[in-house]
T-cell receptor
Framework: DAKTTQPPSMDCAEGRAANLPCNHS???????VYWYRQIHSQGPQYIIH???NNETNEMASLIITEDRKSSTLILPHATLRDTAVYYC?????????FGKGTRLHILP | DTGVSQDPRHKITKRGQNVTFRCDPI?????LYWYRQTLGQGPEFLTY????????KSRLLSDRFSAERPKGSFSTLEIQRTEQGDSAMYLC????????????FGPGTRLLVL
C-alpha cells in the first residue's frame, strides 16, 4: 500500500500558487519524498524530490516539515497546463508504490 | 529526444492473442521498470531489471506475462493469451542505480483487448 495520504482533488485559480499537501507519517529515515504528475493519457512526469531540506527547481518547490511527517508541493504560478494528477511518493530505493494522487484543477 | 521511449503507443487486439511491447530506456540507465495502470488508478509495479537481471516481480505478473532485457538495454513485455482484464496502460521507467535515483517514465503503451 502507498505510504502517503493526499486529498483526492483540489482547485486553484490560474496565476495563483497551488499548494498540494501530503501526509507521510510513517516515513523512514532513509526514504525520500518524491512528487510526480500525470497529465491525461501521458506517462508520469518527475517534478521534484527531497529528503529533509526544502527543495526548489524550475517547476516547483517542496516544503518538508521538520519531523518529515508531511510535505507540500508548491507550484508558484499555476497555469492551465498544470491540470493533472499529482502523486506524492515516499521511497528509498527501487520500485515506486503509487497512491491515487490529487487531481488538480486549474480554473481560468 | 533522449527520454524513455515505448512502442507501440497503442495496441488493439482480440482476446486470446499474444502481444509484445518494447521499451527503450535512457541510454546510461541500468535499471528498467514496468508498471501497469488501469483507469482511475495510479500505476502499479510489475517488474524491474538491473542490467539484464530481473530482480523483482509483482504478484500481478501472472504466468501469461513475461519480461526480458537480454542485453541490458531495451526491454520487452509479452502478454500471452490476452484477456479483457489486461486492458490498461503499460508504462516503462528507467533510472540509474545510485541511492537517490529518480525514475523517468516513458509515454506508455495503451492496450485494449476486445
Amino acid at each position: 500500500d502507498a505510504k502517503t495520504t493526499q486529498p483526492p482533488s483540489m482547485d486553484c485559480a490560474e496565476g495563483r500558487a497551488a499548494n498540494l499537501p501530503c501526509n507521510h507519517s510513517t516515513i523512514s529515515g532513509n526514504e525520500y519524498v518524491y512528487w510526480y504528475r500525470q497529465i491525461h493519457s501521458q506517462g508520469p512526469q518527475y517534478i521534484i524530490h527531497g529528503l529533509k531540506n526544502n527543495e526548489t527547481n524550475e517547476m516547483a518547490s517542496l516544503i518538508i516539515t521538520e519531523d518529515r511527517k508531511s510535505s507540500t508541493l508548491i507550484l508558484p504560478h499555476a497555469t492551465l497546463r498544470d491540470t493533472a494528477v499529482y502523486y506524492c511518493i515516499v521511497r528509498a530505493y527501487d520500485k515506486i508504490i503509487f497512491g491515487k494522487g490529487t487531481r488538480l484543477h486549474i480554473l481560468p | 529526444d533522449t527520454g524513455v521511449s515505448q512502442d507501440p503507443r497503442h495496441k488493439i487486439t482480440k482476446r486470446g492473442q499474444n502481444v509484445t511491447f518494447r521499451c527503450d530506456p535512457i541510454s546510461e540507465h541500468n535499471r528498467l521498470y514496468w508498471y501497469r495502470q488501469t483507469l482511475g488508478q495510479g500505476p502499479e509495479f510489475l517488474t524491474y531489471f538491473q542490467n539484464e537481471a530481473q530482480l523483482e516481480k509483482s504478484r500481478l505478473l501472472s504466468d501469461r506475462f513475461s519480461a526480458e532485457r537480454p542485453k541490458g538495454s531495451f526491454s520487452t513485455l509479452e502478454i500471452q493469451r490476452t484477456e479483457q482484464g489486461d486492458s490498461a496502460m503499460y508504462l516503462c521507467a528507467s533510472s540509474s542505480d545510485r541511492a537517490e535515483e529518480t525514475q523517468y517514465f516513458g509515454p506508455g503503451t495503451r492496450l485494449l483487448v476486445l
